[in-house]
């Protein structure tokens, strides 16, 4: 997932119950599916909105608010759910 902070709060919120069971319910009103959901979730986001924040070369008016509330967007609980978590620093391509 490319930007996950982009994604809705209930689309980001509705994968915590797979990754935790690995499985998935579907429930209607007469029946209920349980599927198997054994899946590796690679996501990706900058570290603010604009991927301004930390960086030398940019700035931006709205740092380091801008950051904390597009990083706010990803609930503790999910964030705690991925195993590893990588920073990458900008590339500088001068």
């Known amino acids: 997932m490319d930007e996950l902070p982009e994604f809705s709060r209930n689309v980001l919120e509705s994968l915590r119950q797979p990754i935790e069971s690995k499985n998935i319910t579907i429930a209607r009103v007469n029946n209920h599916a ?3 959901a054994n899946f590796q979730l ?3 986001m900058n570290s603010c909105k604009y991927g301004f924040f930390g960086s030398v070369s940019s700035s931006c008016t ?3 608010r801008c950051a904390e509330e597009y990083q706010n967007r990803i609930s503790g ?7 590893l978590q990588i920073e990458v620093p900008k590339v500088n391509l001068t």
């Open 34 to 36: 349980t599927y198997p």
């Open 42 to 44: 690679i996501a990706a």
């Open 62 to 64: 709205k740092m380091p």
């Open 77 to 83: 609980p999910l964030f705690d759910r991925f195993d």
